[in-house]
């Protein structure tokens, strides 16, 4: 029986991942979901939630407890599925009027990050703000819901089941994360007003889309060509093993389309059979970065083992392969990577890994601050935080207003108001990619001692690589993985020493 329904469930998520990828890839409008769950519709019942849940707290093996928790998400997921849709085929509908010109609301990210004027950037915002507060409405509908559903099938408040399925100990994670905010505070304010010196915007009047513009960084555009982009990324993977065109599990989608969604992904339709890696070109660095990134997570499902259980291939946390994706995508901020596959000189390498290094910093402070504020958001927590992020007696007066002034505090950018929800993803993934930061700095020195500088280059970095990647999503967690490296859990301290270092030296 148990047998049966893996093989079920294997139908329903590859359906499911191919449905997904259609949408995302702008090859059509519509989100179908429902269809799909209908099909499926025996997998989402309680009853299988009790069975499973039953045979977890016979046995305790992690398997078991990923196929309990699969079937509360499946669940879960099954009765939001409309309001995901309709969602999604607003969003893929929508658009905006700037200047006389209609634009897809997908593409405006892209546009805005190429703006060269300031008033045009408000203006592509701006617009977007009806969108975003319809798409807001959507969120609201589906928390509430959400929220109820969990408690309804574990008896546990969101954030403790998050951390049940997670494995991670969000109190922790966030002690670690308000001590880096802190220690990194002042190195990093001296970087972001500099660094918005440079478009001339002054740090008090600095908003999101002045970051976007900035992190664009258009003066090293010639570096990274958009026809130059697949053979620079394939000739790294071919250096350590991997050729990433020629292996007949991955497909790569770089074709362009309108309605394809800007942010890269991967989807592993079919673990190790079929990966997709998605990326929608528009030349610059960014574009690097995203692909690398993406190359990362698909190289990690492309080459985990076939013989592994179904449970251990797609379920569970997805930390572990957004560490191989972090691996990947910070090689941008190695000097030697830069002079070895993009062909800069000296002086442009060391100019360009310091800006990676300074937009790094900022992306470890937004996530560290998505991360305070989603458990306060989630535990509707409103009381106000200090300078120092230390909670007070006073309240917020809405999560709106703690939204804004969490991530303004921690970026020094003004964040606005009416992305509270729409800037919250489900699961708690802001702290897998936290969690992730932390084990790729512990890795990545591993490399270095093991291999030297030049690990990038290494055949041998690959085959340890391909060690690793064997178990999968979840056949080892980010624990057991950081102790299978000689750690004895995952920290921020290597991280945060890294970063305060590298800023000394530079």
Sequence with gaps: MK???IKQIEKFEEELAKESYKHSAGLKDTLNLAKIYNKYKFLFTKENIKKTKKE???????????????????????????????????????????????IPFRQVPVLIMNEDKREKR????????????????YSKKSWKKGYKLVKELTGKKYTDYCSFDNEINYDKLVKQLKGFLMKTDKVYSKIIKKNMESIKVPLKDARQYDYVYFSRAKPFDKHFKKDKLIPTITKFWKKIGFD?????????????????TPRAFCMPVKVPEEIILVIKPHGGQDDYQAFLHESGHTEHFANTDKN????????????????????????????????????MNEKTAKEFAKFIMEQKLYFLRRYAAKVIYEIKLHNN????????????KTKYKNKKEMYKDIL?????????????????????????????????????????????????????????????????????NIHELAKMNGYKDITIKPLEKEIIEFFKRN
């Design 244 to 260: 990433i065109q020629k292996q007949k599990n991955i497909k790569l989608d770089t074709t362009e389309r309108p309605k394809k």
């Design 408 to 476: 303004t505090k921690a970026t020094k950018i003004k964040y606005d108001p009416e992305n509270y929800l729409l800037d919250v993803d489900p699961g708690m993934y802001s702290a897998d990619y936290v969690m992730a930061w932390m084990f790729e700095a512990m890795l990545r020195q591993k490399l270095q001692k093991k291999y030297g500088k030049k690990w990038f280059t290494n055949k041998k970095t690959g085959e340890f690589l391909k060690k690793m990647w064997k178990y999968g999503n979840s056949g080892k």
């Design 308 to 343: 592994l259980d179904y449970e251990y291939k797609h379920m569970g946390s997805n930390n572990v392969s957004e560490t191989y994706a972090f691996l990947a995508e910070y090689l941008m901020s190695n000097k030697e990577w830069l002079k070895e596959y993009i062909n």
């Design 56 to 102: 977890y707290n016979k046995t305790k093996t992690r398997k078991n407890k990923l196929l309990y928790t699969f079937f509360i998400d499946a669940y879960i997921g099954n009765e939001l599925k409309k309001i995901s849709e309709q969602s999604a085929k607003y969003e893929a509908k929508a658009s905006i009027k700037v200047e006389g010109k209609k």
């Design 3 to 5: 047998k049966d329904l």
């Design 381 to 392: 927590n409103l009381k106000k935080l200090d300078k120092k992020f230390k909670e007070t």
């Design 122 to 137: 408000k203006k592509l915002y701006e617009a977007c703000k009806p969108i975003k507060k319809k798409l807001t409405e």
